[in-house]
């Protein structure tokens, strides 16, 4: 099949198509899955520049869905793994792909499957891959957390979250968004929305504004940590409670009776004992986190 075949038949973002599929195969959605289908091609054209796939990278998708965005990145991309939880819709995809020698359709649960395996077998040809997905909103943090914490040499990320969730994942020091997601997040990666995506974009239409964001993994962390599992037990404890100062989150570590050592400690790191976790930069964070290793406390 040449290109311009493949490019021709990639139309299931359309509203019409869509329906079709679902009615062709009598398909029922499930609120519990996440299951919102997207029906708009400028979205999926934004989604997929933001990849910068080509034939010799791979895509990772999770939750495919019908295959809208499935059939766009085995145009693109030289290889795609795609990972469907819903038992229902495995004979779909594979409807819709068939004639399609470059896609794998996987049936599991992505928080389930072993990713580095996966990556051997389906992978081991390409010179970067990316995951691509417009993931289940019911699971977006998990799915993140396991993606930046199982070491995959991924080249990015480049996800359809809830617009509420991106900002999150990109919000700088002192706002409300900041936490222990955003602070994950920029650990390992750089960053980027992409764009805002109507509820109008989606069938059925979600109750909530979503976006799409593009997390470039960095080559080493942002900042360099002596123990990384430390660093994030530092950060947790410094968001236990979102409105208390960072002395008293912290005392819940160090107990109550270390509290005036804590407020010295902090001092010493040239962190004012009275701030909140959410106005720490990462820098600060590992500063504070190396002088809490030296005095026992994590
Ligand atoms: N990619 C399709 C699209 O853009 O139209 C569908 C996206 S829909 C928001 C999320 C998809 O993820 C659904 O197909 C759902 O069944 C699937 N899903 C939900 N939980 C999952 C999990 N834990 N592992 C893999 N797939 C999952």
Known sequence: MTSSNLRARADIATPNRTKDIIRKHGFTFKKSLGQNFLVDKNILDKIVAAAELNPAKGA???????????????????RVAAVEIDTRLIPILRDVMEGRDNVAIVHGDVLKTDLPALWEEQFAACEQVSVVANLPYYVTTPIIMKLLEEGLPLESIVVMVQKEVAERMAAAPGGKDYGTLSIAVQYYCEPRLVCIVPSGSFIPAPNVDSAVIKLKRRPEPAVIVRDEAAFFKVVHAAFAQRRKTLQNNLSLLAGKDRKQELGALLEGCGI???RRGETLTLQEYAVLTDALLEAGVV
């Open 272 to 274: 004012k004992p009275e």
């Open 60 to 78: 990772l998708e999770i939750g495919p869905g019908i295959g809208a965005l499935t059939e766009r990145l085995a145009d693109e991309a030289g």
